[in-house]
């Protein structure tokens, strides 16, 4: 019986857990080439692209692996991105595998090509070693130095190593903050200044949203509301029906009485109008629509926001991110711990695709530096 696509994918990742960290690939240079694809810290794409090749260069044995592309128009032409899309997409975020979260095909290198990729080709992607490894082992497995399950599994082997290194450190973060807890607690202000740090580091948008759901979550047998689950970092509101970035409902009930929009810019009118739209077209109007925010709030949109309520029954308020913060956390001074606690949870169970490692060991070292005052 004819292998599929999914079963060859689980096939070579068993096989890639099976063989630990001894390569398959006897032939040195693609190997190293291999596990600079892998990791690279910079560009995930090339590493799901490859995948997505060699995956269906196993599947279908008489394709031309340099043309993942049916524009080019030759019968051993394929669609790379059909084979990335809809197998190792979800086979990535499966297995938590450190790829990119979306299509390496979108990414502007391996966008709407019809030409054979060769190592002549020139891809104009950063960093340019990376592309030009990524071509040569195209290459490698056209002329048959090596075969595309082999380059899969290799490949699967280095993403494996990799995700557990950093399981690895994440656990050994984690035994170090435990061991330096001791009695003494940290302050409401010295959470703040610690969430707020950690908020100002470079690709954080989503810790804002894990902030909020985290003040419900810790909270919520006093508010007596809960959140509803968050919704995936990437998806929009419009495709998931959602009124905002977390959205909270009475403990035993699912209308929304409170909605969250969270913004590390400033909230534009423009933003309050989209609100608008969103919540006269919900089943269920929200009592309040509160946009949280990491930047300077104007008042000219505060105004206006302020100044809906008659129109449209709900309140329309924009707050500082850390502000709320510390009012909530002054206010619910013995939960602090237990909302520091919900927050790093949060933080760590997010998928890499939201939240990097490096946010979160960032967090961890910082939490670890603050304990450490004490």
Known sequence: MARTPADILERAYQRALSIGTEPIIQLREITRQVEYIARNPSNRACARFLLACALAKTHQPDVDIRKPYTEIGSPDAYSGRTYDEKFVGPFVLQHQLPCNPTTAFLTPAFRNRNTVLTPKSNLVGRPADLYQATLNILNAIHTEQVTAEEILTELLRWLIQIREEKEQRV????????????????????????????????????????????????????????????????????????LGDVEITLLNAQDIV?????????????????????????????DNYIFITTEPISLEVQEFAQGLYDETGVEFVILDCIGFLRHFLHLFHRLRMTFLETYQTLLLAEPESAVNQELKEAFLTMRLAAQAQL
């Not at 908020?199 to 508010?223: D, F, H, M, N, T």
């Open 171 to 242: 656990r050994s973060l984690l035994a170090t903050l435990d061991a330096a807890q001791g009695e003494k607690t940290l302050s409401s202000e010295a959470i703040v200044s610690l969430i707020e740090k950690h908020i100002g580091l470079k690709r954080s948008s989503r810790l804002p949203v894990l902030a909020i759901a985290a003040v419900y979550q810790c909270a919520q047998e006093y508010l007596k509301e809960r959140t509803l689950p968050l919704r995936k970092h990437n998806a929009a509101d419009a495709q998931t029906g959602a």
């Open 258 to 286: 409170t909605t969250y929009e969270i913004k590390t810019r400033r909230v534009t009118r423009n933003d309050v109008v989209l609100a608008i739209e969103k919540v006269t077209q919900s089943y269920s109007l929200p």
